[in-house]
């Protein structure tokens, strides 16, 4: 089957768990991971493109291992998918759940077509097995998650949302708004990061005038680390100019790539603000500024600093995903893995990393058990489709460049998948 039906298949089965609640709710989610997981195994395994078709052959030559844990996943995604299409069905909801059922019906049934191949080649009896003991154990590591997780939302506290109370401050949202514009889409890398900075600076007065996060971190380190990159640009890229159509034909060796990364991708962190940093800067609602930074100028002008920092990066984004995980934060996961895809940003993570940064824009911070945030809005069911796409994407490019630390990043949102819709149902 052609390589693109593999990530779209979760996609829709994410949507179908949206417009559902309950366990059937979670069982999409979980059957949406467990599938997508599966098929980027393959996909990862072979190095097909996005819009590759896998050759039966090619499977064959993968380890059995591989095959059969990849096969298992795949049955254990469709299998949960039909069970939310069940339940979603017998859910007395109203006309959502009816067609979460049909989706989640849909999303089962290519499901099953797609994974019969490859559960033939890897062998039947060794592909069932491998289902039942990947079940098994999840369902033993979630619960001991689970039960740590509500033992520390006893001592937890909602967040504030600096969204909420911007309303008659149309100076500061109109210099946020023109900030970010530049940041992300700026012509030059001095306009680029003059956005960024005032963009931090206006979030900053904001937040402020909330009573909150009276130290200005966010504007001091953007200013501070984009300063320093954009000083030494200008320097090093001479005659040929910082535009950034032309910021990968600037003479920066690695050397150089190495020194400046670091200096753009902390001020890319403060804007994506993930656990535990979102106590200390405004965000995550400033995640796209800091894809934009790390993909603009990191992967696009400095990419061999993009490679050489990613094994210390990332290992910092599989910690911000399990921070978020356990504080019931769905804003927070999706900056995380915007900031994750980043660093991996071959094949589908640059894209994949945008999308997720999109997210926190669209679903306000809601602690488990907030009032409210069991509303099934259109802006919920679109969060959850952009997520589910990024996460996918993101899954694709990272899966290419850091094998352990993507599983353990997605084992984080499996359980976020269980723990998070138990508020948002």
């Given at each position: 089957m052609p390589s693109i039906l593999s990530l779209l298949l979760p996609v829709a089965l994410?949507?179908?768990?949206?417009?559902a609640s309950g366990f059937s709710r979670r069982a999409a989610w979980l059957g949406a991971i467990a599938f997508g997981l599966g098929a980027a195994g393959v996909r990862v395994a072979l190095r097909l493109p996005l819009a590759g078709t896998a050759d039966p052959l090619w499977v064959g030559s993968l380890p059995p291992a591989s095959l059969r844990i990849d096969a298992a996943l795949e049955i254990l995604g469709a299998t949960l998918a039909a069970a939310a299409g069940l339940l979603a069905w017998r859910n007395p909801g109203g006309i959502a759940p009816r067609l979460g059922s049909g989706l989640a019906a849909c999303s089962a049934a290519g499901m099953t077509l797609a994974l019969?191949?490859?559960?033939?080649?890897?062998?039947?009896?060794?592909?069932?097995?491998?289902?039942?003991?990947?079940?098994g154990g999840a369902a033993l590591a979630g619960s001991a998650c689970l039960a740590f997780a509500r033992a520390l939302a006893r001592q937890g506290r909602a967040e504030r949302d600096v969204r909420h109370a911007i309303r008659g401050r149309s100076g500061w949202i109109a210099a946020l708004a023109v900030g970010g514009a530049l940041a992300i889409a700026g012509p030059h890398v001095h306009l680029v990061f003059g956005g960024a900075v005032l963009a931090a600076i206006a979030a900053q007065a904001l937040s402020r005038g909330e009573g909150s996060r009276a130290l200005p971190v966010l504007p001091v380190l953007a200013a501070g680390a984009l300063g320093f990159a954009g000083y030494y640009l200008q320097v090093i890229a001479g005659s040929?100019?910082?535009?950034?159509?032309?910021?990968?034909?600037?003479?920066?060796?690695?050397?150089?790539?190495?020194?400046?990364?670091?200096?753009?991708?902390?001020?890319?962190?403060?804007?994506?603000?993930p656990w535990p940093l979102h106590r200390v800067v405004p965000g995550p609602w400033l995640a796209p500024i800091g894809a934009a930074l790390l993909l603009r100028i990191g992967a696009e002008g400095l990419p061999a600093g993009i490679e050489g920092w990613r094994?210390?990066?990332?290992?910092?984004?599989?910690?911000?995903?399990?921070?978020?995980?356990?504080?019931?934060?769905?804003?927070?996961?999706?900056a995380a893995g915007a900031w994750m895809a980043a660093f991996a940003h071959e094949s589908g993570g640059a894209a994949g990393a945008m999308l997720l940064s999109i997210v926190p824009l669209l679903r306000p911070p809601t602690a488990p058990g907030a009032e409210g945030s069991r509303r099934r809005g259109a802006g919920f069911i679109v969060s959850v489709a952009l997520g589910s796409l990024g996460a996918v994407l993101a899954a694709d490019g990272l899966f290419r460049a850091e094998v352990v630390y993507a599983t353990a990043a997605t084992a984080a949102v499996a359980f976020s998948a269980v723990y998070i819709s138990r508020a948002h149902t």
């Open positions: 994410g949507v179908a768990g949206a417009l019969f191949p490859l559960a033939r080649t890897a062998g039947w009896p060794g592909a069932l097995a491998a289902t039942v003991a990947i079940a040929t100019g910082l535009s950034t159509d032309a910021l990968s034909e600037a003479p920066l060796s690695t050397a150089a790539q190495a020194l400046l990364l670091p200096a753009i991708a902390a001020a890319a962190l403060g804007f994506m603000a094994t210390v990066a990332v290992p910092l984004g599989v910690l911000g995903t399990w921070g978020a995980a356990m504080a019931g934060r769905p804003d927070l996961l999706a």
